[in-house]
């Protein structure tokens, strides 16, 4: 066995250290020599994370990379998940890159499609958040990762801020394996606020000519809510959160779950539910939260990220968010939806698409967004082991008379209007998503979140409790009895939906004791991006488009 | 069910339709609505582009009683194609205001929410416009004190700014915003440099109701209530001037001064500055209290309009 080598990998990460060394003084490489440092660190066919987050991206290192001699550099693997940036997409369409592996694309989701169909990105995988980062540890461990911190010293520690999101994960498994890791940092400094990543896992540092950017993902504005979310908001406190007692939870992005958010201070404190339901939450920062959270309903929240103008905010709420001994928040995605996935009884969304089967997908014609974390969240842990009153009430329910062991379900709720933009139905016979997969050839249609872990289906017609039904017609008919005037919904059959209802399966507003007149935008606890101000005392600090004042 | 604010009329003006508008300006009860919705008369023009109308064409218009003293009132209908007027739309506030000359009514209240004309109605929304206008100033020959109210979503922009400036009185709250270009076809024509339309706090600075009623573009400023709109449009209503020569000449003047005072400037914060009325913090930021400390510009009350 003498032959045998076991230090490949170290030697080769060394000798690219070495080739780089001449361009730092210790780990500071001066801004100017990005280009230089890239080529000296990267080599064709890499497996390569250009740190893209949900939120925060590496925009400095990946416009030099993006920049680079694809004669020089090329064949790389891209493994990270936010794919959202223009340059992220030139590493494809320039020849640096060809394979890539990643979960959101968000703004760049018709690019890729694009880029796919024309050849020119081999797509490994559309992945959830932690099902990409566990690949990280397994089969898709990167050679390099460039990241990025808002400061560093000079032995290389980094403080990421409040938007720390994908970093540690990254770097864990890039560095205990023998690869090269670069950060770009906004700021050097003498001495870091604290120390997110130790300089012992960072090999170079280099200063951005600007701060990495990060977007307002997770700001809604409650002038933009309707009333037919309003009232489906009503439906979902009181057909939902009540009788299942739902205190650990996440909530999506949508204006929906926007809207229950700002009627817990003022419907649900009228239902007493105050201190029942929604204390505890793995969920970004929603400015929407704030009146929850100022009137007591909220004792604690987990973060994946950031959200603009919220730090200050949350600095100042250190009882309710996660903060380090400096004071600002630290946000950890793997963590968060860790969390969302094991400790949380509840995942309650907004969907653009839902099929008879209770599949939906914001996959629409010509467009790969990819999964982001919704997935893990909207999914039942078949490996959790521990009860809680609203996951065995909801493993009670889907086991019927039938069952003498009982596992818990997590409750998986879709919040869907019948009808989208420009009257497009939300209800389909078949997902576009399937469609696309079959035009792209892909192995697996992307499907946002099975019809098998949908536990509820709210509409503006009411909620359909899927875990009641006993069979699959009965599961179609559910959804059909909550679909309104789409043409899945007109195709329902009158007698099985009122025999439905008469089982509580499906539930109307009247059903529940609400009247849609009560459903009004005076039961919003903020009307308004200024409210919210207001409601913080000021500490909220709201991005310049979201202003109206 | 007793939820804090629940069932309670809301007197937020910003989330009012024109018609909780119309009739929370006026004594309860009071309103009569002209031509309401039970009249179908739907825009000519619509249809051809598969548009759906409104049964009111997107204008609230009647009378009622304020403190007891007979006034007409009309509300445009900011959330209904963003408040534009078509040709029926203006053809409403034409008759209205006609109707309000002729039987010698003390006000009309002018609920303004509008992006200015519809586009799809082209031609006949500018000449509705300009019927508005001549409409407006016979009005005020005759008497009639012409009150705009702006504080709703679209703002009074295109023709609309211009019609409330050629009002007796313009009343305006923080959400109001009042200007003839839109902060978007400013952009498009002259470049982001000019003005960036995404820089809402720009926007507001420059066409904002606080602005406005700083430097002298609105005559009252008020808290986003229906009611502060209506106590305002109360005591402004006797004081609003009378349409003469000597009044446009006046206006004139003002705003020759003003332009020579304060045309370079790109900010309204570079006004205040000129003025040496810097505010405290900026504008936009001050509780409605500190905000009602801060001085206007001397030439901003005037009885010119």
Not at chain 1, 109 to 119: M, T
Not at chain 1, 194 to 219: H, K, N, Q, W
Not at chain 2, 2 to 16: K, T
Not at chain 2, 84 to 89: I, V
């Amino acid at each position: 066995m003498g032959l045998k080598s076991w230090d490949r990998q170290r030697r080769e990460r060394q000798a690219r250290l070495d080739a780089a060394a001449p361009l730092a003084q210790g780990k500071i490489v001066p801004t100017a020599r990005v280009s230089a440092l890239l080529r000296a660190l990267i080599r064709p066919g890499d497996r390569l994370c250009l740190e893209g987050d949900n939120q925060k991206q590496a925009d400095f290192l990946a416009d030099a990379l993006a920049a680079l001699d694809p004669a020089e550099i090329h064949d790389l693997h891209i493994v990270q998940s936010g794919v959202v940036l223009q340059a992220h997409l030139d590493l494809f369409e320039r020849g640096l890159a060809r394979k890539l592996d990643f979960s959101y694309s968000g703004p760049q989701s018709a690019a890729i499609a694009r880029a796919l169909d024309a050849g020119k990105i081999e797509l490994g995988a559309v992945h959830t958040y932690i099902e990409l980062f566990a690949r990280y540890f397994m089969d898709l461990t990167p050679n390099v990762a460039l990241i990025a911190a808002v400061q560093a010293d000079h032995e290389g520690n980094l403080y990421t801020g409040p938007n720390t999101e994908d970093t540690p994960t990254i770097v864990e498994a890039t560095a205990f394996k023998s690869g090269i890791v670069v950060a770009q940092v906004n700021k050097l400094v003498d001495k870091l606020p604290r120390v997110d990543i130790p300089g012992s896992m960072v090999d170079f540092v280099i200063e951005a000519d600007r701060p990495f950017y990060v977007e307002p993902l997770f700001t809604r504005d409650p002038a933009a809510i309707t009333e037919v979310q309003i009232l489906m908001a009503m439906m979902a406190l009181k057909g939902i959160y009540a009788p299942y007692g739902v205190r650990r939870l996440n909530h999506g992005i949508g204006f929906p779950t926007a809207a229950i958010e700002l009627i817990l201070p003022t419907y649900g404190e009228a239902l007493g539910l105050r201190g029942k339901i929604a204390t505890h939450f793995a969920l970004n920062p929603h400015p929407t939260l704030i009146p929850a959270i100022e009137s007591g309903w909220v004792e604690q929240v987990h973060c994946f990220g950031s959200e603009v103008g919220m730090d200050q905010y949350m600095s100042a709420r250190p009882d309710i968010f996660f903060l380090g001994q400096d004071g600002t928040l630290r946000s950890n995605r793997l963590m968060c939806q860790t969390a969302g996935l094991y400790a949380c009884d509840m995942f309650i969304g907004s969907t653009l698409q839902i099929d008879l089967a209770g599949n939906s997908s914001t996959f629409t014609n010509g467009r790969i967004a990819g999964f982001g974390g919704a997935p893990n969240m909207g999914a039942d842990a078949r490996g959790r082991r521990h009860a809680s009153p609203a996951w065995m009430q909801a493993g009670q329910e889907a086991a019927g008379e039938a069952g003498s062991l009982v596992r818990g379900r997590k409750l998986v709720v879709q919040m869907v209007e019948t009808f989208g933009e420009k009257l497009v139905p939300r209800f389909v016979e078949e997902l576009d998503s399937v469609r696309m997969a079959r035009d792209l050839k892909l192995d697996l249609a992307p499907v946002m979140i099975y019809g098998d872990d949908v536990t509820h289906i709210v509409t503006e017609e009411g909620i359909a409790n899927l875990l009641l039904c006993r069979s699959t017609e009965e599961r179609e008919q559910a959804i059909r009895g909550v679909a309104g005037f789409t043409p899945i919904g007109r195709g329902r059959d009158r007698a099985v939906v009122e025999r439905l209802r008469a089982r509580k399966v499906i539930q109307r507003p009247e059903d529940l004791g609400i009247s849609p007149l009560d459903a009004t935008r005076q039961l919003l606890a903020a009307r308004s991006v200024q409210d919210l101000v207001a409601c913080s005392g000021g500490l909220y600090r709201p991005p310049a488009k979201f202003r109206n004042w | 069910m007793n939820a804090p604010g629940m069932n309670a009329q809301s007197d937020y003006y910003y989330e009012a339709s024109a018609r909780e508008r119309a009739q929370g300006l006026l004594d309860p009860g009071s309103f009569t609505e002209f031509m309401g919705p039970q009249s179908r008369c739907l825009s000519p023009h619509l249809a051809q582009f598969n548009l759906t109308g409104a049964f009111d064409d997107g204008i609230i218009i009647g009378a009622g009683l304020l403190q007891g003293m007979p006034v007409y009132v009309a509300a445009q209908e900011g959330r209904f194609m963003g408040g534009a007027f078509g040709e029926l739309h203006g053809a409403k506030l034409v008759g209205l205001l006609r109707a309000a000359a002729a039987h010698k009514i003390t006000a009309v209240l002018l609920a303004l929410d509008t992006g200015g004309v519809r586009l799809q109605e082209a031609n006949a929304g500018e000449m509705a416009i300009s019927e508005v206008l001549r409409a407006i100033v016979a009005a005020r020959r005759a008497g009639v004190a012409v009150i705009a109210l702006v504080g709703g979503r679209a703002g009074a922009f295109g023709g609309g700014g211009i019609i409330a400036a050629s009002c007796s009185r313009i009343i305006v709250s923080g959400h109001g915003r009042i200007s003839v270009s839109g902060p978007e076809v400013i952009e498009t024509n002259k470049g982001v440099e000019e003005f960036d339309s995404k820089d809402r706090g720009l926007v507001w600075r420059v066409t904002g109701g606080r602005s406005r009623a700083l430097l002298g573009g609105a005559d009252a400023y008020v808290a986003d209530r229906i009611s502060a709109f209506r106590d305002a449009a109360l005591a402004q209503i006797p004081n609003a001037p009378p349409f003469t020569l000597e009044s446009l000449q006046a206006e004139q003047a003002r705003l020759s001064q003003r332009l020579a005072a304060y045309g370079t400037c790109r900010d309204a914060t570079e006004i205040w500055r000129q003025a040496g009325l810097e505010p405290p913090a900026p504008v936009a930021d001050l509780s409605e209290a500190d905000y009602a400390g801060l001085s206007r510009l001397p030439e901003a009350d005037h009885d010119a309009r």
